[in-house]
């Protein structure tokens, strides 16, 4: 059972159950998070100060890791050399073997003497040997390096506020109650409520496998907010204060994790199959030399019968010679048992699947067993999630409709744009975004924040336009957010003018503009009629989605600078007043393009029997346009009842999800 909490009046359970995926789509770990008292009341609750954080008192400190634990990695017990080594003789076939060897040495001894008789005996313990040595040697270093790896990975420090002062702490200090800063760039490596910040965002696609920017804004009583920050999750933007809510197994990640760990070793196909041939050749070995033997002696019984006749039988089948007739015949039995076994068939997939390790490694593989390799070889359904396994998780243009010219695939990096299209298309590009490029050694593009955004500035980049250019001209500026859909902002055009940028959903943008520019070489305006814009969305925006595409529209418009007023605009009740009247740009399509070898090695898994199924976070429609982009869905695939499922569905079909509890209560 848990400590008595007497010191803090709240359960772990009460932290913990905030944090799931589910429960904060709902809405539920925001209610349980108002039941708590919000900011206010967690703080008083977790004996913790927003500007002093924790008491450094070794004391409380040691209470705090008693009650609720601490984020110290929980240390897997590690397999020795010698106990990987006796694990091996757990294998059927190899104890066989061993038996065999042992029989064959006596037997050879026995019969041939030690000059020749201990060869054959002695070969098999060989291979025996180079068996366990090969398998125990492999899972031994390969989990050695795999442990090295994994804690170099984790270990980092961040930045808490503990009495009253800002000091860097080892992830694995930190504790409940603790007060954390956090930072575009950040993993989180615990569970966090968000108590304030700026433009913070984060990516949680190692949850949901999605890397769509979350926006996490802090708790406000009667507002639907997202203030929970989950252990495993990146800031892309932003930066924010929160609080430690929970460590270690307790977080998201942890619990995961323990799950993980907890799942028993599994005897493997192969294995499987090794076992029931060491059985059936064991029997029809043993059948063999019964049957053997009982011919020799019959054959002996008879032969004395006939020749001595009823009278002096039972004295001639006494004699030495017949003694050690049976023995030869028991000889002969035992051998066809050892001749039987296939010493060779255990150390053949031993080689093999050392050899497949090998071949892993140069890809880039580290395969911590022997027979993982062997797993995945017997593999029928391969169950593969879409962002960044079957697509390059690169969002990328790869279509648009820009001054009422439609582009496809193949077109969109050889626009023939004139000089003043591709001033006004990519200075708002470039201008209206916060995301950024950064060039790595070897010439690769980092992107960093929005993945939306980084796909519009590696299109504005192929035209020649740098965005760090037109970056800090601002004069206003208006952050997206998940309510408006769309994002502002204003720039000096000249001495008299202003131009605001505007990008979001193209619905919500396509509806706010009163003109569109036709041509693609200069900027010839002209009016956007309500049937144009039903037009449009149509055949431009509807066409693009049912394609799996995320359509933005651009727009703009110029106003005189002496109108302007700052002050008034950066009001959020007047920025809709400010985004009307625009002029659409064009709207252009996002995809995250699959993998040139997807469509290709899907084809080879279904040649082969094999399933191939694709989970993903995606809303249906567009899950269902990437399957069928790379093959995993098929023409005949779609007529089928349960070719596509949703995750609600799945689980009512399988009758839920049952909750289980460890031995101290916890789900």
């Known amino acids: 059972k848990y400590p008595e909490m007497v010191d803090f009046p709240l359960k772990r359970e009460d932290l913990t159950y905030m944090f799931d995926g589910d429960r904060i789509r709902k809405g539920e770990s925001l209610q349980q998070l108002e039941k708590l008292g919000g900011n206010e009341e967690l703080l008083q609750k977790l004996k913790t100060s927003y500007k002093h954080g924790i008491k450094t008192d070794e004391a409380e400190l040691a209470k705090r890791r008693e009650i609720f634990g ?29 038996v065999a060897a042992t029989v064959s040495l006596i037997i050879g001894v026995w019969k041939e003497g030690w000059e020749k008789g201990w060869i054959e005996g002695t070969t098999i313990y060989i291979a025996v040997v180079i068996i366990v040595t090969v398998s125990a040697g492999n899972n031994y270093l390969k989990d050695k390096q795999f442990r090295e790896l ?141 049957l053997t033997f009982i011919g020799m002696a019959g054959n002996m019984f008879l032969q004395t019968y006939l020749n001595k006749g009823e009278a002096n039988y039972w004295d001639s089948l006494t004699t030495f010679k017949n003694a050690s007739y049976l023995l030869d015949s028991l000889i002969v039995g035992i051998t066809i048992i050892v001749v039987a076994v296939p010493e060779g068939l255990p150390l053949a997939v031993t080689i093999a699947l050392a050899y497949s390790v090998g071949r892993m490694k140069k890809e880039n593989n580290l395969v911590r067993q022997l027979q993982s390799c062997e797993t995945m070889g017997g593999a029928n359904n391969i169950c593969s999630d879409k962002t960044g396994t079957l697509t390059q998780n690169l969002m990328t243009v790869v279509a648009g409709y820009i001054g009422g010219v439609k582009f496809e695939k193949e077109d969109i990096s050889k626009m023939n744009l004139g000089d003043q299209m591709k001033k006004v298309l990519f200075e708002g590009v470039c201008t209206n975004s916060t995301a950024f490029i950064v060039e790595e050694e070897g010439g690769k593009d980092k992107r960093m924040g929005s993945a939306t955004e980084c796909a519009l500035l590696v299109l504005a980049k192929q035209y020649g336009f740098d965005y760090t250019q037109y970056r800090e001209k601002e004069v206003l500026a208006i952050p997206f957010s998940s309510a408006r859909k769309r994002m502002t902002m204003v720039v000096p055009l000249n001495d008299t003018t202003l131009r605001i940028y505007t990008k979001g959903a193209s619905e919500i943008v396509l509806d706010r503009c009163d003109e569109q520019i036709r041509g693609v070489t200069d900027l010839k305006v002209e009016k956007l009629s309500p ?47 400010l ?88 789900p």
């Open 70 to 98: 601490t984020n110290a990695p929980k240390p897997l017990p590690v397999k020795g050399l010698w106990e990987l080594i006796v694990e091996q003789f757990e294998d059927q076939i190899l104890r066989i073997l061993l």
């Open 579 to 666: 985004e009307k009247g625009l002029t659409m740009i064009g709207i252009v399509g996002i995809q995250d393009p699959l993998r040139e070898d997807v469509p290709d090695a899907v084809a080879r898994c279904h040649t082969a029997g094999i399933t191939v199924r694709m989970v993903t976070g995606d809303n249906l429609e567009t899950a269902k346009a990437i399957a069928k982009g790379c093959g995993i869905l098929r023409e005949e695939d779609l007529e089928k009842q349960y070719s596509t499922i949703e995750g609600c569905d799945f689980r009512k079909l399988v009758e839920g999800l049952e909750q289980v509890t460890d031995e101290k209560g916890r």
């Open 150 to 290: 994994m804690k170099q990975r984790q270990q980092r420090s961040v930045s808490v506020m503990r009495d009253g002062k800002v000091d860097e702490l080892s992830i694995y200090d930190l504790l409940v109650g603790d007060i954390l800063y956090v930072g575009t760039g950040d993993m989180m490596p615990v569970d966090v409520v968000l108590l304030s910040g700026s433009n913070v965002k984060a990516d949680e696609s190692s949850q949901t496998g999605e890397p769509d920017q979350i926006p996490k804004v802090p708790f406000t009583p009667g507002e639907k907010t997202n203030p929970f920050l989950l252990s495993g999750s990146q800031m892309l933007d932003g930066k924010g204060i929160g609080i430690v809510v929970a460590v270690g197994e307790e977080t998201m990640l942890g619990r995961i994790r323990s799950k993980l760990e907890q799942k028993e070793e599994e005897v493997t196909g192969l294995q499987l199959k090794l076992e029931r041939i060491a059985d059936m050749i064991g029997k029809v070995g043993l059948y063999a030399a019964i």
């Open 531 to 577: 049937s144009d814009k039903k037009t449009i969305e149509k055949d431009i925006i509807h066409n693009f989605a049912a394609q799996a595409y995320r359509t933005v529209c651009l727009a703009y418009k110029d106003i005189d600078s002496s109108s302007f007023n700052k002050a008034k605009y950066e009001d959020a009740k007047n920025h809709d007043d």
